[in-house]
């Protein structure tokens, strides 16, 4: 299905980059499933070629906040 393909072909460097924003690998997953539920949501906005600076850029706007934090988990 297209959510598999698009998480597959991009989780890595997501999650990479949350790492990197986070420090915290536990964090960095959650932040990482984060931004696939908000590409996701949001995929009649994305352009192919652009798919992963669109995924990295949620990140990066978001940055440690995710989910949780909007609905006062940690």
Do not use: C
């Not at 998480?7 to 790492?19: C, K, M, N, S």
């Not at 964090?27 to 590409?39: G, I, M, N, Q």
């Amino acid at each position: 299905d297209e959510f598999t393909s698009l998480y597959d072909r991009h989780y890595q460097d997501v999650y990479r980059f949350a790492l990197f924003l986070s420090g915290d690998p536990t964090r960095a997953e959650d932040l990482a499933s984060d931004t696939f539920v908000r590409a996701w949501l949001a995929r009649d906005r994305i352009r192919q070629p652009t798919v992963r600076a669109y995924l990295l850029t949620i990140r990066v706007e978001r940055g440690g906040e995710g989910v949780g934090s909007e609905i006062g988990g940690s």
